[in-house]
């Protein structure tokens, strides 16, 4: 057919355009409809493939749950005024979560504290806060009795964190060790009588909240370093433009992989925000950093990738809680992460900087190096030295450390059975397999 100009319409039509602009515009103007009901597709088919597992992890939840519940039930609900709180920690945590219910902001300092003159909460403010929203949100079910409401999830605040914690371990150990490694996994930390005993009805303490945000922040950090493209990206560490030229070629490679360092980040945030022992997380990441760079140092492999990942997630989490800490003058708390982070940054960037160098002569360079700080710190600034390898009391014992009964290191037997004694030597039994395999592993992520 031709149209008025005499130009051949392919459509058919008499206005002159073709069939396949048409056809165009109709797909661009269906596309967002489209690309939804293709992400909803894969979102379902996704799910389906993984039924199994997610029956399992539900049940397993519910099964963790209960057995931190069940058997706590008549020491927790007596039948008085109100549900009953072990020990003294969860007691005030309860006070700040009325405060928060009532004032819909955190207790900073609490009159109560060192009366008459008042002091500031030493609680960081995570775990309380989740606990608040949790029952304020639940108070719909509770015909908008926030009391009550709020009770019940004060109550159930340790065992619940506790069995949601039972999804990050099993993702990390999927992503280390595969399927059967994290179903056992799963089911050790959801049975394990040293977690059972922290965390059951009654004792709502921050403990299991912290612990669930540590294990989903390594998961993250893991994904992360696996999903890093590890390749030169900087030619010359000394030229400003290479620099810049590299890190940019970085961001754009590895999106995916700085996204979940941002999620790590974030998570071990959340632990910050939550333990004034963080800095345990700290020296691990300052641990792995250091092996990790040696053993790429020795094997020609550029640290770019690995430093920037570790990098954006310790400096995410830094941020995230510096605040905090400031405006409650707790900066002594804070000067062993600080300390750790600076030893981090500082790792990174000797590595980075000394590429093109061999390692038999950075190597001995760098141990000089520490050794003359660490002695300068520990003859100028002793108390400094004390919370480098105190960790601020958690990582030594100190005077002050040892008045505090829980914090005290149990005897072999108590450790033993703390993880079950079953699983406890299979442990041990695992370790000796490992160490016989690492010569063929131990390069791997």
Known sequence: MTGPNGVRDKSGTKDGKSGRSDRRRRSAAAGPKSDTRGSIKRVKRYIWDRKYTLVFLLLLIILSFAIRSVWYYDAAYTGGLTPVLSGNDPDYHKRTVDYFVSNHHFLTRDPLLNYPGGGPNPNPPAYSTSVALIGMALSPFYSGDT??????????????????????????????????????????????????????????????????????????????????????????????????????????????????????????????????????????????TIFH?????????????????????????????????????????????????????????????????????????????????????????????TNIFSGAGYFIRTKLYGTIAEAQPPDFNRLVFAYGMTSFFLGMVGVVIMLKDLPKGCLLY
Request: positive net charge; glycine residues 6%; without cysteine.
């Open 147 to 288: 009391d009550a409401s709020v009770w019940f999830s004060m109550q159930i605040g340790a065992a619940l964190w506790a069995a949601l914690t039972v999804i990050p371990v099993y993702l990390f150990t999927k992503e280390m060790f595969g399927r059967r490694s994290a179903y056992l996994a799963a089911m050790f930390i959801a049975f394990m009588p040293g977690n059972v005993e922290r965390t059951p009805l009654g004792f709502s303490d921050h403990d299991a909240f912290f612990m669930f945000f540590i294990v989903t922040g390594f998961f993250f950090m893991l994904k992360s370093l696996r999903m890093t493209k590890t390749r030169v990206y900087v030619k010359d560490w000394r030229q400003p433009r290479d620099i810049s030229v590299g890190l940019t070629e970085f961001g754009r490679i590895n999106r995916l992989s700085l996204l979940y360092a941002a999620m790590a980040g974030f998570a071990l945030g959340a632990v910050a925000l939550s333990w004034k022992g963080f800095p345990y997380a700290l020296a691990i990441i300052f641990v792995y």
């Open 293 to 385: 760079m040696l053993v790429n140092k020795f094997r020609r492999i550029d640290n770019t990738s690995i430093g920037i990942t570790i990098l954006t997630s310790v400096s995410i989490m830094m941020l995230v809680s510096v605040p905090y800490y400031m405006s409650m003058n707790f900066m002594n708390w804070f000067e062993a992460p600080a300390i750790l982070y600076a030893g981090i940054v500082l790792v990174i960037a000797v590595f980075l900087l000394t590429r093109d160098l061999p390692w038999l002569l950075i190597l001995p360079v760098v141990l000089l190096f520490i050794v003359v700080v660490l002695s300068v710190v520990w003859y100028v600034l002793p108390d400094v030295w």
